[in-house]
């Protein structure tokens, strides 16, 4: 197979049209619009669905219609746009339909700035959504990579009529890389027994994420969380670097994963025993292995491009055993690689503490790094 | 008049086969059971039961699914025709319906319906007015008229405040891919005649591929108008029907000239 060089959202974009996808749905923001204009030129050369909407909110709720048919349908859109798109996310998550969101995260809060970010973790993560809800997110650090969880973020929404999130940022959607793309799948003939379709030779069917019962809405909610333990049990994927004889482990994700990895082989070259988890999904979030990482290293680095959101389920994982410290960049400033080498010597050099709170050593060092006011 | 003979009976009036036998949730008075039952009666009639997708909103129509036996999905507040889009990309065989109220389509999701106008969609939307929000007992909606109380505005729509009410039909009827846009009532035999026949033109443009349609009945809301459901009749046909002329505001020339 011949490798292609290909710009991360474009990638995306065709990887999505290789595994099926059968209508998509978008509104341009930056800097996930080349995934848009992908996809207005190749749908329609296809024969497939493309529209662009007036809006997030009117993509969101024509993919939730498209969902309901049980095709394979994607929206993609960027901070500002997926803050808009909650009210249809927790409606399609409700009604248990599944759909793939691509999120090329960039700056905020508010408008924010067109730069990479990963500070929409919680709002994705989290779920900014209404209701308990629970949406797989895979986290690529390449273009190829960012391929490959395309096609399998079809397969899993599918696999737990979920929602399946790519979350990528602003320098993974934009840079250019070697990738190879997979072969092209048929578009599915059969469609699920839950879609709509009209009802012709069987009953009429429904779909609503409406349960006025009070214990029938309870029994859908422990049905959703009965369906996210089958996914917690078979669908944590995360990536482990130099972590065999490791006495400190960085833990990153995505782009930012990515620059600590250049970090951790320089750590590694001046001697230091460092190694790197990084998680591809970051829900499930891979809390196991990091328990298990507690009991054997002394301790911990987070590193993110935000204030410190995946930080808080790092130290749930840790539990106080052993320290964790934190170093963001934010705001759409991308850390280099040596600063997280400078902060894995820091972490070496110690004196670590489980006292306190990392985020706010870590804005101490911001205040010396940026020359900005200190909280205390 | 010599009384028939039981075996030379015929039924000429049962429940259509797109309405399911159940009792429904709304008030004594009110339209919408009208508004369903002529939807019903018009699919039954073109054959489009089994290839119809309806699309149900947010407000007292958020449980019309229960009514219709056909397949349906249910919309957030305001984005029906958002959802239905994405229902006809994927089927554009299918005949897809919305079914909104006025605080569902002209206010939260005047955006969706102007757009999905706009594009021309090939959908066709029940709009029924009854110039107040009725699920949420009887607040100001933008079909409020002028003076009107609800719960809302306790002393009258007051204009310089809340602004006009929004004349939707006359509005989406400016838009290009609009193919047929009407407003008529269900206040009286003969204009509830002349609102199952366009609905009927209105799923025939659908049918035809001639893009987006609406129809616009003016509804009663009895209960939270504070009046019985003839008063109700009465005052829709005195306070609404002036401000909301029932009327053809687009009908492309290829519809004006079918018979049905």
Redesign the interface.
């Given at each position: 197979m011949t490798r292609e060089l290909m710009k991360g959202n474009e990638a995306v974009a065709e990887a999505a049209i290789r595994a099926g996808l059968q209508a998509y749905f978008g509104y341009p923001i930056t800097p996930q619009t080349e995934l848009l204009e992908w996809m207005s030129r190749r749908m329609p050369e296809l024969g497939r669905a493309f529209v662009q909407a007036e809006s997030e909110l009117a993509a969101i709720n024509m993919v939730y219609g498209a969902a309901c048919t049980g095709a394979r349908v994607m929206t993609s859109s960027s901070s500002p746009g997926i803050s808009l798109m909650m009210e249809g996310l927790s409606y399609i998550a409700g009604t248990e339909v599944p759909m793939v969101l691509v999120d090329v995260m960039r700056g905020g809060p508010g408008l924010g700035n067109i730069a990479p970010a990963q500070s929409d973790y919680n709002q994705i993560v989290h779920g900014g959504g209404h209701g308990d809800y629970y949406p797989i997110v895979l986290a690529p650090s390449s273009v190829q990579e960012s391929i490959d969880l395309t096609v399998l973020a079809f397969d899993l929404a599918e696999k737990y009529r979920s929602i399946a999130v790519v979350l990528t940022d602003g320098s993974l959607g934009q840079m250019m890389e070697p990738a190879e793309m997979p072969a092209m799948q048929p578009l599915r003939t059969q469609f699920p027994d839950w879609a709509v379709s009209g009802c012709e030779g069987r009953e009429r069917r429904i779909l609503t994420s409406i349960y006025l019962d009070p214990p029938a809405e309870e029994r859908t909610n422990l049905r959703l969380a009965a369906r996210w333990q089958q996914v917690e049990a078979n669908e944590i994927r995360y990536k482990e670097y130099f972590l065999d004889d490791a006495d400190f482990v960085v833990v990153g994700y995505g782009s930012t994963g990515r620059v600590a990895l250049s970090a951790v082989r320089a750590a590694r070259a001046e001697g230091i025993k460092v190694g790197l988890l990084r998680p591809i999904t970051v829900n499930p979030f891979p809390s196991q292995i990091l328990d298990d990482l507690a009991n054997r290293v002394q301790g911990m680095l987070v590193v993110e491009m935000s204030a410190g959101q995946m930080l808080e389920d790092v130290r749930m994982a840790v539990s106080r055993r052993i320290p964790v410290e934190f170093f963001g960049r934010l705001g759409g400033v991308v850390p280099f690689p040596d600063e997280i080498h400078n902060e894995i010597r820091r972490l070496v050099q110690g004196p670590l503490t489980t006292d306190g709170h990392p985020r706010d050593r870590w804005l101490r060092r911001m205040a010396a790094i940026t020359g900005s006011p200190s909280v205390n | 008049m010599a009384i028939p003979e039981t075996e030379s009976m015929q039924v000429v009036y049962s429940r259509p086969d797109s309405l399911v036998d159940v009792n429904t949730h709304y008030c004594p008075g009110c339209t919408h059971g009208v508004g369903h039952r002529l939807i019903a009666e018009v699919l039954d009639e073109m054959g489009l039961?089994?290839?119809?997708?309806g699309?149900?909103s947010v407000g007292c129509s958020?449980?019309a699914?229960?009514y219709?036996?056909?397949?349906?999905?249910?919309?957030?507040h305001g984005?029906a025709p958002?959802?239905?889009?994405?229902?006809?990309?994927?089927?554009p065989d299918?005949?897809v319906l919305t079914y909104q109220g006025d605080g569902d389509l002209a206010s939260i999701g005047m955006?969706?319906i102007?757009?999905a106008a706009a594009?021309g969609e090939n959908i066709t939307v029940v709009f029924i007015n009854n110039a107040n929000y009725g699920m949420t007992g009887g607040q100001m909606a933008p079909t409020t008229l002028p003076g009107q109380k609800t719960t809302s505005s306790p002393a009258g729509r007051d204009v310089e405040q809340a602004g006009y009410p929004i004349r939707t039909a006359e509005m989406l009827s400016t838009l290009e891919g609009a193919s047929y846009v009407v407003r008529r009532s269900l206040h009286d035999p003969k204009n509830i005649r002349m609102a199952k026949k366009a609905l009927r033109l209105a799923f025939e443009t659908q049918v035809r591929g001639m893009g987006f349609s609406m129809v616009e009945l003016l509804s009663t809301c009895p209960t939270n108008w504070g009046l019985t459901p003839l008063q109700s009749l009465q005052w829709l046909e005195e306070k609404m029907v002036p401000y909301y002329p029932i009327n053809d505001f687009k009908v492309a020339p290829a519809i004006a000239g079918l018979k049905v």
């Open positions: - | 039961r089994e290839k119809t997708i699309v149900a958020v449980f699914y229960n219709f036996n056909f397949d349906w999905v249910q919309a957030p984005r958002a959802m239905a889009t994405g229902v006809k990309r994927v089927y299918r005949i955006a969706e102007v757009h594009r």
